[in-house]
């Protein structure tokens, strides 16, 4: 999940956007978004593809996510 983080704010930051501008594209707190670049909390598949939309980010695998939603439900 660091690495999904990580990620996140990387796509970010390359596309000039604000924690703040990210939260209202999605329509969530900017806290929220933090939480995400600092792998305190885990984006759901939905937020995901949303960010995506959001900054026009290549697509996250598919794999992964569903790797990452089934550790989430143990």
Request: aromatic share 4%; glycine share 6%; charged share 20%.
């Amino acid at each position: 999940i660091k690495n999904l983080a990580g990620r996140l704010k990387e796509l970010r930051i390359q596309n000039k956007l604000t924690q703040k501008q990210v939260s209202e594209l999605l329509g969530i707190s900017p806290s929220i978004i933090s939480g995400y670049e600092t792998g305190e909390r885990t984006p759901s598949a939905e937020i995901l593809l949303s960010y995506r939309i959001c900054i026009n980010a290549a697509p996250v695998s598919y794999t992964h996510l569903r790797a990452h939603e089934t550790s989430q439900d143990l």
